[in-house]
């Protein structure tokens, strides 16, 4: 699933080609992606012109004249840009026409993406935006607000880290990167996090999205940011997918087991 840097990548490609461009018409051939009313989306979306996107957590956030339009891609949400009249394809769910002419079209394969309106200047007041934690780099995010939120969860620090409640964007791949360079186990109760364990999973999650920012994100099976544009920090990961693989740090064998139903790799040596 495309985590905060995945997503934040989708906004600035689409941002390339969409500011400006006015949505003549909608057409949805799968109902369950909108959430509320489809006729309704369609109707309201019509004529609203893109302003501005941007990312919360992990939904991507198109400002348009008087609504706001929220995409969640979940697991394989993407857009492709195609001209007016080509041939729909079988997973093309929605299909915005532009006034240039060209069609953005949402393209999911697993039909778990969703898109709902909310009014412009409400979004951050109302769910599920008003649900999410504070962002990675919020200078909110410290060691008190973590140990508040922390301090009676007895589930391991991996589940907890994937609370978007908490902090917004962190997914399984970037989880298992920050918990290594912590040096902190998967394993460990949330609650029993120690300041000097706080300090590290606060720098190392700025540190790790920054640089997976910077770089595009990680392309994996189910992401490319559109038209084919793949991320390189997959080149970075020091753990996550590589079950046997060698440990950077200590050239011991990195482990894959579950935590919270989630794949999840370690090094048991470094992070004890």
């Not at 600035?12 to 500011?19: F, Y």
């Not at 969703?114 to 769910?127: A, F, G, S, T, V």
Request: glycine share 8%; proline share 3%.
């Amino acid at each position: 699933m495309p985590e905060k840097p995945e997503v934040v990548t989708v906004a600035k490609t689409l941002e390339n080609r969409l500011i400006g461009k006015e949505i003549k018409s909608c057409d949805v051939y799968w109902d369950s992606i909108i959430m509320g009313d489809k006729d309704a989306f369609i109707k309201e979306i019509k004529n609203q012109k893109i302003e501005k996107i941007t990312t919360r957590g992990k939904w991507l956030v198109f400002y348009l004249t008087s609504k706001a339009l929220l995409v969640h891609l979940r697991m394989e949400g993407k857009f492709f840009f195609r001209e007016k009249g080509t041939k729909r394809e079988k997973h093309e769910h929605v299909i915005f026409l532009l006034d240039d002419g060209m069609e953005l079209r949402f393209h999911d394969v697993r039909k778990f993406g969703k898109m709902m309106l909310l009014p412009k200047n409400e979004i951050y007041e109302l769910p599920p935006l008003s649900l999410l934690g504070y962002e990675y780099n919020d200078e909110r995010l410290t060691v008190s607000y973590l140990r508040n939120r922390f301090k009676n969860k007895t589930l391991p620090i991996k589940t907890v880290l994937l609370d978007q409640s908490i902090i917004a964007g962190i997914g399984n791949i970037y989880d298992d990167e920050i918990l290594f360079l912590s040096h902190i186990s998967p394993l460990r109760k949330a609650k029993n996090m120690k300041r000097c364990e706080l300090e590290s999973i606060i720098f190392y999650t700025k540190e790790v999205l920054d640089k997976a920012i910077t770089m595009g994100g990680t392309t994996i099976k189910s992401f490319t940011s559109s038209e084919g544009v793949h991320g390189r920090f997959q080149n970075e990961l020091s753990v996550h997918g590589k079950k046997d693989g060698i440990c950077p740090i200590c050239k011991g064998k990195i482990k894959k087991i579950k935590v919270g139903g989630r794949g999840t790799y370690y090094c048991p040596n470094c992070q004890k």
